[in-house]
């Protein structure tokens, strides 16, 4: 397989100063005196910190955070294991941030997904199946020719890989064959590399970015819905092409994270806006999209060569939308 020139998380970073539109740049000015104005903070590496908010409050607060040494491109949750992809490389940490084991791989690496069965490695145009040691179980090429995938998910014994360049959702078994293409009935807009999906059940979730939209669908491909609409309010999805990265909780949360301005929502199954989790002064400086994993109580976010971690406070919820929300969340523990 040929390498690709660039990394999707690389690409990210490069366009994230102008992601965010017109929409964006009207507020710029009045952005960056607000900011020049706040006094200097502590910034833990990674540029992830627990800067002071003015006008949002958050129900979860920063607990820890270490440094992977290098740049993240990825990161999965499976059981007591966050397993972070880095260039040509994977590493398994414990949630104390522990270095449990590392190994390395032939190529870029897009994304990451782990189930019992392995960790699978999504590259430019195929897929990888390694065991927790690290030795290659299997590969294969990708379906399609031209194919550029971007993100990756696991359900219901298959593999999902999101491809930008021919603007579908390639389904292949976990042996590797191939099964179907499911594409939007609504068409895919994929201004860039934010072609993010995730699955929870047997209900697979992606962004249609350039719609400013989550889709879902059965891990058959049938279309069942979608939900959000462009701007820059809580609740919307700012910039060409938002959200980046989808996670769910267990009961069908969606928890989505944007660039251009850097936040983390949560979303019911039906679409209906929660609350932003995390806002760009939490997250830290740059307008670029954070990884983000759901588990239990904490959400695990990746910066650049940082992993934080930050766990719900019922004391700090009581000054959020949290206070008033009647679902019984699983991110409260």
């Known amino acids: ?28 000015g009045e952005l960056v005196r607000r900011r020049l104005e706040q006094p200097a903070e502590a910034t833990l590496p990674g540029r992830l910190s627990p800067m002071r908010q003015e006008t949002f409050s958050s129900p979860y607060r920063l607990v820890s955070s270490f440094d992977t040494g290098e740049t993240i491109e ?25 270095l449990l084991h590392r190994f390395s791989v032939g190529e870029p690496v897009r994304d990451v997904a782990v189930d019992d069965s392995g960790i699978y490695l999504l590259h430019r145009a195929g897929i990888q199946v390694y065991t927790p040691a690290g030795a290659l179980l299997r590969s294969w090429e990708a379906c399609s020719d031209l194919s550029d995938y971007c993100a990756l998910a696991l359900a219901s014994g298959c593999v999902f890989a999101t491809d930008v360049s021919n603007k579908n959702i390639c389904k292949y078994t976990a042996e590797g064959d191939f099964v179907k293409f499911i594409s939007s009935p609504n068409g895919f807009i994929i201004p860039s590399y934010t072609f993010g999906i995730e699955s929870v059940g047997d209900v697979l979730y992606c962004s249609n970015s350039g719609r400013h939209q989550v889709e879902s669908y059965t891990t058959d491909g049938e279309y069942l819905g979608s939900f959000g609409k462009h701007g820059v309010a809580p609740g919307l ?66 910066g650049k060569k940082t992993v934080a971690v930050f766990r719900y406070d019922s004391a700090l919820a009581e000054n ?12 409260r523990g």
Do not use: W
């Not at 998380?9 to 994230?16: E, I, N, S, V």
């Not at 990161?75 to 941030?97: E, K, Q």
């Not at 910039?239 to 944007?258: A, H, K």
């Open 74 to 98: 990825s990161l999965a949750l499976h059981n007591d294991r966050l397993y972070v992809a880095t260039a040509d490389a994977v590493s398994a940490f414990d949630h104390h941030g522990r």
């Open 237 to 302: 999805f700012a910039g060409c092409c938002n959200p980046v990265y989808l996670s769910c909780t267990p009961s069908g949360d969606v928890i989505t994270s944007e660039k251009g301005i850097p936040r983390i929502s949560c979303y019911g199954r039906d679409g209906k806006f929660r609350g932003i989790l995390l806002d760009g002064k939490m997250l830290g400086s740059g307008k670029f999209a954070y990884d983000v994993k759901v588990q239990k109580d904490k959400i695990f976010v990746a």
């Open 320 to 331: 959020t939308a949290c206070a008033g929300c009647g679902v019984s969340c699983p991110l």
């Open 1 to 28: 397989m040929m390498k690709a020139p660039m990394s999707r998380k690389k690409f990210l970073r490069m366009c994230g100063s102008i992601v965010a539109g017109g929409a964006v740049a009207t507020m710029s």
